[in-house]
């Protein structure tokens, strides 16, 4: 059995094993800061308290069982470890909004499963190829998966509830093929990447902020300059006009 120790008000750490994790019960406005300064939980999913997980910088090369311990756990962190395939099962954790496993070692998200509630995850700093898997997260708003080595994403289904999307420095990617699945898209940031193409953007009426920054992008359609300005969108620090100037962009 674990033990239990109270911190203040709202933290509980359990020893389990060589394991130490710590929940915090947070009925304040703000969520707890993080250990690791590159994680924000600036935004929340609902009014009900959050029970947040920290289990970043542990060594570890797996999901731990005992990270399941909290049903109402909302929001579970494990960046900075040595996961490399995580084999998962979060189905017991129903109210899980908030999945961080940014800086590991990951390079499939397959075997991933139970993750139909989860909003926002990020997997920043992996070892990714692809998105496989993507689909279980079918309430999916927010998506960052920067710093990888995703070369397409033709092969992700569509989750129709994203609404941003960050694949910037995935050096390699150049197929967006299935971005249009993804019809309530807000913001996409693929700064950084091999992307030549904009064409089917102008599908995007939701569109508000598009970083095609330090990319292969020379061309672009009228119908795409006129519906990205027409929406005003922000591409990166510029304007669409003074991003076609600075960046040489021919419009066809």
Sequence with gaps: MPRLFLLKNFTACFF?????????????????????????????TD???????????KNL???????????????????????????ADFSSLPRLRKLNLAYNKIRSIENITGVSGVEYL?????????????????????LHAAYNKILTFADVPSVSTLEELNL?????????????????????????????????????????ELNVEHTAVKYMSNATYQHLKNKSVRMGSHTVDTFV???????R
């Design 16 to 44: 389990l094993s060589s394991l130490q994790a710590c929940f915090i019960f947070d009925s304040s406005s703000s969520p707890p800061p993080s250990a690791s300064r590159r994680v924000n939980y600036s935004e929340r």
């Design 47 to 57: 009014n009900a308290p959050d029970v947040y997980v920290d289990l970043n910088y």
């Design 61 to 87: 090369t797996m999901v731990p069982r005992d990270a399941f311990m909290e049903p109402r756990v909302s929001v579970l962190n494990m960046t900075n470890n040595q996961i490399v395939i995580p084999n």
């Design 122 to 142: 990020f997997l920043n700093s992996n070892d990714l190829h692809a998105l496989r898997g993507l689909e279980k997260f079918n309430h999916l708003r927010i």
């Design 168 to 208: 910037s420095y995935n050096e390699s990617l150049a197929d967006l093929e299935n971005l249009g699945n993804y019809p309530v898209l807000k913001k996409i940031n693929l700064e950084y990447t091999a992307i030549s193409s904009l064409q089917g953007l102008e599908r995007f009426s939701e569109l508000e």
């Design 245 to 251: 100037n600075a960046y040489g962009v021919q419009i």
